[in-house]
């Protein structure tokens, strides 16, 4: 298994430009999710999903979209960098809601100029 | 005041010794509770879940305290290898939250 994947893992963007961040996990996980790690500010959740078709918000959820049309997969859409979304993006997947392990993926490092 | 607290550090300690760290929480309605470990510009890992009773694995003790809304993580010998960053984590009872995650306490083991 490869676990949970996430590409790109380095990005540079304009601030403007828009991108999509890509996850994929390979566990049959129904619960995913998007984080973001910034110095000093730890792990913020970003969107979540308790599986397919079905998303919501987390803490940080201005500026990003996501949807969930297949259980491996859970993009996250950057609609229009700023350079405040200049941070680690980790993507990560488990079980069920209730479950305290989650798996993460390597991370995406995501610099907007 | 933030969900969940943690002694940032870093904790600079030679091989062999002991250490401890802290965790508070403010949400009494918090169900779950874990340390995660960070390796520099990695992902974070499950280390290792927190109960009530406390447990062990290995060199490493967990214990909960519910009535302070403290959690704590014992490293017994540290090895050079144990040096990262220890995030304190927690997840509340509400259907539809994730886990809150402290910014973390950073360890670093000296030979």
């Known amino acids: 298994n490869a676990g949970v994947t996430q590409t790109p893992k380095f990005q540079v963007l304009k601030t403007g430009q828009s991108m999509t961040l890509q996850c994929a996990q390979d566990m049959n996980h129904e619960y995913m999710s998007w984080y973001r790690q910034d110095p000093g500010m730890g792990l913020r959740l970003i969107h979540y999903?308790?599986?397919?078709?079905?998303?919501d918000q987390g803490e940080v959820p201005n500026g990003y979209n996501v949807s969930r049309s297949t259980t491996e997969d859970f993009p996250l859409r950057l609609l229009s960098a700023a350079p405040s979304q200049t941070s680690v993006y980790f993507c990560a997947s488990s079980y069920s809601e209730d479950s305290g392990e989650q798996y993460f993926g390597p991370g995406t490092r995501l610099t907007v100029t | 005041r933030k969900e969940v607290e943690q002694d940032p550090g870093p904790f600079n300690v030679p091989e062999g010794a002991t250490v401890a760290f802290n965790c508070t929480y403010s949400?009494?309605?918090?169900?779950?509770f874990f340390w995660y470990r960070q390796d520099c510009r990695k992902e974070p890992k499950l280390l290792m879940s927190v109960y009530s009773s406390g447990n062990e694995d290995g060199r490493f003790t967990a214990q909960l305290n519910r009535a302070s809304q403290y959690i704590s993580l014992l490293i017994r010998d540290s090895k050079l290898s144990d040096s990262a960053t220890y995030l304190c984590?927690?997840?509340?009872?509400?259907?539809?939250?994730?886990?809150?995650f402290g910014k973390g306490t950073t360890l670093s083991v000296s030979s």
């Open positions: 949400n009494s309605a918090s169900q779950s």
């Open positions: 999903s308790v599986g397919a078709g079905i998303t």
């Open positions: 984590v927690v997840k509340r009872q509400v259907t539809g939250t994730a886990l809150i």
